[in-house]
Structure formats: C-alpha cells, structure tokens
C-alpha cells in the first residue's frame, strides 16, 4: 500500500471492539444501547462523502494526474472507508468528470474519455455498472458536471453548453441546439467553458463559465432552457478579471448562492457568497466568503451536506489536493470547522473533479 494511502480498520478490528462494548454494556444496569466509539459508525447509519479523483479543472491553478477512482470517506470524521471503483482497471483512459446521487443504491458517473464520452451507471457499492447515456453528438465536448432534476431528468455541462436527457434518456434541445447554448447578454458569452451548474428551488439553472474576462461569469436560466434572450434571466461578473468561477451551490436555509473562484494568479483563488432571488434571478449583496489561498487554492467543486449544513470544498491544486470543511454564518462567509483538512492529501484526492453525499 502507497505511504499516502489511508488504511481502514479491518473487519476483526471492528468485531473486537463491538464484542468488547456490548460486553461493558450487558455488564451496566439499564444499559439500552452500546455506546458511542470515536471512529465506529453502523453501517446502517453511516454517511459517506463520494470523491472522484479526474482530470479536475482549478480555474487555471496548477494540478495533479488525477487517480481515476471514485472512494468514499466517513462523513463525519473523514476517515477512508474504500475505494468504490477503479476507472484505471478498464485501460481506456476513462477518468470520472462528475457524479451524482441516482438513488440509495446507484450513482451517475460522467465519464471524460474523448474516444468516447458517456454517463455510467453505478452500484454503489462498486460491484456493477453499464452505460447510462451514450450520444456522440451531444457528449462532444469535455465533461464537467452532471445534476439530476426534481424528475429524474438530467443536466449535463459540456465545456460548450449544458445539455439535457429526459428520463427516458432522450435528448431534449432547443431547436437544433442544446438545452442552454450560448446565451445572450447578461450571460454572455458562455460557449467556451462551463463548469458547472446549480438547480434552485424553482427549477431555474445557475451555470458558472470560467473564460478570460469579461467572460468569468455565472448566469441564471429560465428553468425552461435557453430559447430566446429573455431566457437569461441574470449574470454577474467574477470579482475580479482573473477570478475564473469554478463551481456553485445553493444553500436553501440562508438563500445564499456560493461561488468558488480559482486562478493561475494566487490572490483570485477565493469563495464568494450572492443572495440570489431564485424566481427571478436577482443577484445581490457580493461577499468574500473565504479568501485565504493557503487554505482554498483551486477549488474544483464544492457540495453541502444537506442535514448538518457543512459546506465542502475541493481543493484541486497540485500544492493541496485535500478537502476542507466549512459552515455559512447568516451574512455569508466561511468558517472553518478545524485547523486541519477534513480529508487531508492522499492518493484519492488528487485532481478531485466531483464529490457526493450518500449512504
């Protein structure tokens, strides 16, 4: 095993220690049920952070070979729990663009591969998966990220557009066109390189494109795709010209929508937080969520734990390449949740391109 891989309690180890606390427990009067243990979760119970390690994109910073793999981590403590698939296995050049929860037992993989692009479905215990989605013309551009709609509907973010399949997997267009391409001004222009997309509340999309400025920029479309100008409902410019925005989410509770920011310029690699109407797009109220680069430096995607709120952000960086945890105060900036790393730098973590939460 790799110096920098993370070993995980065997399963005698495991045993052991449960024999040993229902021991304690039978031996205790009124004991109703074993006690905690610091780094033991049931795994009726557990929770994992899912991390594709890829070819990431960090706004420009520089990065690492990705691994290929998709491995889950304790949701609460951190720790490597395995590894979930190998993309490496295949010896096709298969690296993992984005996933996405499919159900309890099932994820969405965007495999990056230009010889042949596609969306895998995936056990998630990592025992099986078959192509998902297979479509030449529509998968023509480099993957970045994959969101799955109130009706099981897909979103797909090319480096040119975000296309979309319905949920009988059939691609649903503008016209001739994909599902948002190229929209006007205030998004424009978009056609270049998007990197992701954020579902809000009422169905409309933001999509984040980290071109040269003016065009790091994120947008807000009509929930119905791109069709006609008035389509765009909103945009706003990165905070500064070598701010180029990497990845989103919105946090419903605070109504507050974050943007990562990475750069080849060290000073841009930040987070900012907007309020964001989410019926007409309205973006408002610009804030510095995080700005310090030795712990944010090339952000490559972010998620937030719907339950507890934690924010997680990947840090794509070749210098990094970990994970950090956060929580949103109600004006909008990042606090850290301890010193270290959630997920400090080893093998799958390197060019983290997608993270997920799940059983």
Not at 49 to 67: D, E, I, K, P
Not at 216 to 225: E, L, P, T, Y
Not at 254 to 273: D, E, P, R
Not at 343 to 356: A, F, H, K, L
Request: with cysteine; hydrophobic share 40%.
């Amino acid at each position: 095993m790799p110096d920098n891989e993370i070993e995980k309690p065997s399963r005698s180890m495991l045993t052991k220690r449960l024999l040993s606390l229902a021991s304690l427990c039978l031996s205790t009067v009124g004991c109703g049920e074993l006690p905690a243990t610091e780094g033991f979760n049931s795994s009726l119970n557990s929770r994992y952070l899912y991390v594709a390690s890829g070819s990431c994109y960090a706004g420009g910073a520089a990065v690492s070979t990705g691994n290929a793999t998709i491995a889950k981590f304790d949701l609460e403590t951190g720790a490597y729990a395995g590894t979930v698939f190998d993309y490496n296995k295949l010896g096709n050049g298969d690296q993992p663009a984005s996933i996405v929860n499919f159900d309890d037992s099932k994820i969405l993989v965007a495999v990056e591969n230009a010889a042949g692009r596609r969306i895998d479905i995936l056990a998630r215990d990592g025992t099986s998966f078959t192509t998902y989605i297979s479509n030449s013309t529509a998968l023509s551009g480099v993957l970045r990220h994959i969101a799955v709609l109130s009706d099981f509907s897909i979103l797909i973010t090319k480096a040119t557009a975000i296309e979309k399949f319905s949920v009988a997997r059939t691609r649903v267009t503008q016209g001739a066109n994909p599902f948002i391409n190229a929209p006007a001004a205030p998004c424009a222009t978009a056609t270049t390189a998007m990197t992701s997309t954020t579902v809000l509340p009422t169905g409309n999309i933001v999509f984040t494109h980290a071109a040269a400025t003016p065009n790091n920029r994120f947008g807000v479309i009509s929930s119905s795709g791109y069709a006609i100008a008035g389509n765009c409902l909103s945009g706003q410019a990165g905070p500064t010209t070598t701010s180029l925005p990497t990845a989103s989410l919105y946090d419903e509770t605070l109504g507050k929508l974050l943007i990562a920011y990475g750069s080849a310029t060290t000073a841009s690699n930040h987070v900012y937080s907007y309020n964001i109407n989410t019926t007409t797009g309205a973006i408002s109220a610009a804030t510095a969520a995080w700005t310090d680069n030795a712990v944010v430096l090339g952000p490559s995607h972010m998620i937030q734990d719907r339950e507890t709120r934690a924010i997680f952000i990947a840090n794509g960086s070749s210098g990094l390449n970990n994970v950090q945890k956060f929580n949103m105060t109600s004006s909008g900036t990042l606090v850290k949740t301890a010193a270290a790393p959630f997920i400090p730098t080893n093998v799958y973590t390197r060019c983290i391109t997608s993270m997920e939460i799940g059983p």
